[in-house]
């Protein structure tokens, strides 16, 4: 098991669908047995 450190922003965090993506993506991880940290950021144009 290893700990995964993700940092997701900008165009990642731009909508919905990308949004549920980067979910999909962090929730295989899991199902994989690691540790998982997720840094998010502000959806694309938010800053």
Do not use: C, D, F
Not at 10 to 27: C, L, P
Request: glycine share 10%; aromatic share 4%; charged share 15%.
């Amino acid at each position: 098991m290893s700990l995964i450190v993700h940092k997701y922003g900008g165009t990642s965090m731009g909508s919905i669908e990308r949004i549920q993506n980067v979910a999909k993506r962090v929730a295989k991880w899991m199902r994989a047995g690691h540790q998982v940290v997720v840094v998010p950021s502000a959806m694309s144009g938010e800053t």
